[in-house]
């Protein structure tokens, strides 16, 4: 079990599989001979080579002579922190210039479509395990009518969570409110649209049959549909 743990940390610190392999068998083994570490791997020998020419050019293996034979040898525990705590440091000298770079881009737009019941479970489920505080306007009693179960699951969730909820709905309105909710009434008659905004995201929900989701992750949409709430609420009653 730790040995796959070590492997996959490794490989998530960017090892390809078989880097790994060579590396853990030399600091298993210490020194050896490419001879000797293909025997040990179960690699060929010359993509032996090929491999700790990578690792050699990256720092973390070497080799030296011994009794007129080539050995490898990589780089301890200790030495292989300071070696990506290195690359970790460089890329914090660089992240001000990084970040100029991504403020001249274009802000990418994702949307997705998720359709009946399941489909806005799915949504729903992601707005969940964000944890974060959400707004939403047009609160409605189908929300709890369609989703039946799921929805009574989601506001257990989201009040042990201690989640906030900032909601408006329709005056007349009936509908279970979160434990650490703030709700605020409108005079007009919503449509049956339900618009809810977290984080960088905004989703908006027909109740309608056929029951469907859309879900639009991009800053600064979320910003102009945040813009419109905050325009609602300051009407709204509480």
Request: charged letters at 30%; glycine letters at 6%; proline letters at 2%.
């Amino acid at each position: 079990m730790m040995n796959n743990q070590i492997t996959l940390i490794l490989k998530n610190l960017g090892f390809e599989e078989r880097e790994v392999k060579i590396y853990l068998i030399l600091m298993t083994k210490g020194s050896l001979t490419a001879m000797q570490i293909s025997k040990e791997t179960q690699i060929d020998r010359t993509t032996i080579y090929d491999i700790l020419e990578r690792l050699i050019n990256k720092g973390i293996a070497s080799s030296f002579i011994k009794n007129k034979s080539k050995h490898f040898t990589a780089l301890s525990p200790n030495k292989l922190l300071i070696y990506f705590r290195d690359k970790y440091s460089s890329l914090q000298n660089i992240l001000p210039e990084l970040n100029k770079l991504t403020s001249k881009t274009q802000e990418p737009v994702k949307c997705e479509l998720f359709q009946g019941k399941e489909g806005l479970k799915t949504v729903l489920k992601d707005l969940i395990e964000s944890k974060e505080e959400y707004k939403v306007i047009g609160i409605r009693k189908e929300y709890e009518d369609i989703l039946e179960y799921f929805n009574e699951q989601g506001i257990i969730k989201l009040n042990q969570e201690k989640i906030k909820e900032i909601g408006i709905y329709s005056k007349g309105e009936k509908f279970k409110k979160l434990k650490y909710g703030e709700y605020k009434e409108i005079n007009q008659k919503l449509s049956p649209l339900t618009t809810l905004i977290y984080g960088n995201k905004v989703m908006f929900f027909v109740w309608i049959e056929p029951y469907f989701a859309i879900l639009i992750e991009n800053e600064t949409f979320r910003k102009g549909q945040e813009e419109y709430f905050n325009l609602l609420w300051k009407q709204a009653k509480s």
